[in-house]
């Protein structure tokens, strides 16, 4: 019996083609499979019902969330992969 290999973890990153000031808020909607609406108007009303101090949270989570460029960085292999001393193959082409 084989077993399968662990799913990837879900990465929270801000994505580059639904933004409306830095995507902070759709990386956020996507992270949990949800509407980004549903999330910005989220912040907004949290922004309303703390008096502006959730507004420091949006900067943070701008400077602390990769982009969605960042991903394209390199798979790391397993070592106890049998094809470990071979040359990775290349990505098949879109």
Do not use: H
């Not at 703390?50 to 460029?69: F, H, K, Q, S």
């Amino acid at each position: 019996m084989t077993e399968q290999p662990p799913a990837p973890y879900k990465q929270l990153r801000r994505p580059l083609d639904d933004r409306m000031v830095a995507g902070v808020c759709s990386g956020i909607a996507r992270y949990f499979g949800i509407d980004p609406v549903l999330v910005r108007i989220g912040f907004v009303v949290l922004a309303i019902v703390t008096w502006g101090v959730a507004l420091v949270a949006y900067p943070v989570l701008m400077i602390v969330m990769p982009d969605e460029r960042a991903a394209a960085a390199p798979n790391w292999r397993d070592p106890s992969d049998p094809n470990w001393g071979q040359p990775p193959t290349p990505p098949p082409a879109a």
